[in-house]
Nanobody
Framework: QVQLQESGPGLVKPSQTLSLTCIVSGVSITTNDYYWNWIRQPPGKGLEWMGTISYSGNTAYSPSLASRTSISRDTSKDQFTLQLSSVTPEDRAVYYC????????????WGQGTQVTVSS
């Protein structure tokens, strides 16, 4: 059974870098046609796609966040990591990792989400 689980601090100080890891089980993150994503939801707002890393290691980012976002992976552990630099209180959100299946164009598995607050 495929499972995704976000891991990381719930509180980050302004100007610091937020780092979250998604631990994947039940499938290798190098399996063809799967894309591994970070998506967030600020309070009272909709879902915002942040970026993705593909089964082959290629990355893509939301243009609005690209200058502050980096996604990497550890294939030996089936984990992928989000780093968001220079955070502000506006980065407060629930952060989700999610798997996207390319051929069907669907997000088929999600983590439960983790709340991140930015405060000094």
């Amino acid at each position: 059974q495929v499972q995704l689980q976000e891991s990381g601090p719930g509180l980050v100080k302004p100007s610091q870098t937020l780092s979250l890891t998604c631990i994947v089980s039940g499938v290798s993150i190098t399996t063809n046609d799967y894309y591994w994503n970070w998506i967030r939801q600020p309070p009272g707002k909709g879902l915002e796609w942040m970026g993705t890393i593909s089964y082959s290691g290629n990355t893509a980012y939301s243009p609005s966040l690209a200058s502050r976002t980096s996604i990497s992976r550890d294939t030996s552990k089936d984990q992928f990591t989000l780093q968001l630099s220079s955070v502000t209180p506006e980065d407060r959100a629930v952060y989700y990792c999610a798997r996207y299946y390319g051929p069907a164009q669907i997000y088929d598995y999600w983590g439960q989400g983790t709340q991140v607050t930015v405060s000094s």
